[in-house]
């Protein structure tokens, strides 16, 4: 999970107290989380926008007063939020394309078990996209242009291991 593969406040806030939960006791002020996002992720979200965004989302973080200041920590409802959102399409940004695929194979390296994509051309490229899922055990991909030739063979060949393997169907 990754703070860049979020487009909203809210869920980049959440992503920050779900990467930090399990650091000292789990709970972050909103002045901590806005240093984290500008130091490890160069994001601008101000502390006072934080405190907002977590104050109108009771459900999603846990808040407690320590010394005066308000810390908050990740509920499940915020971490299904989180889940649900990196179960969402994928789109590559021709404006950001060297940053949208970077985003893209940190998205497809955390994916584990059955993966199912839905890729209109299927060519090399695609696979060697694919090839970033190390932790799958299959990937059915849902095609309709198929670019056939000897150098797309080798790559689906070097793609199938005895421990994952990849189909494809054409529609």
Not at 39 to 52: G, L, P, S
Not at 73 to 80: C, D, Q, S
Not at 133 to 153: K, Q, Y
Request: charged share 25%.
């Amino acid at each position: 999970m990754q703070v860049s593969g979020f487009e909203t406040d809210l869920e980049k806030i959440l992503c920050v107290l779900a990467l930090e939960k399990d650091t000292v006791d789990g709970f972050l002020s909103a002045a901590q989380i806005s240093k984290i996002l500008q130091e490890r992720y160069a994001e601008n979200i101000h502390w006072r926008t934080i405190t907002t965004v977590l104050e109108n989302n009771s459900k999603l973080a846990l808040r407690r007063k320590r010394n005066h200041v308000r810390q908050y920590h990740i509920l499940g409802k915020g971490l299904a939020i989180l889940e649900n959102k990196d179960a969402a399409v994928r789109i590559i940004d021709p404006t950001k394309a060297l940053q949208s695929i970077i985003s893209f194979h940190e998205f497809l390296g955390a994916l584990k078990g059955l993966v199912r994509v839905c890729d209109p051309y299927l060519d090399g490229p695609a696979i060697e996209h694919l090839d970033a899922c190390r932790s799958v055990r299959e990937v059915r991909l849902l095609t309709h242009n198929i670019t056939d030739s000897g150098a797309l063979r080798r790559i689906l060949d070097a793609f199938n291991t005895p421990t994952r393997r990849l189909l494809v169907r054409n529609r």
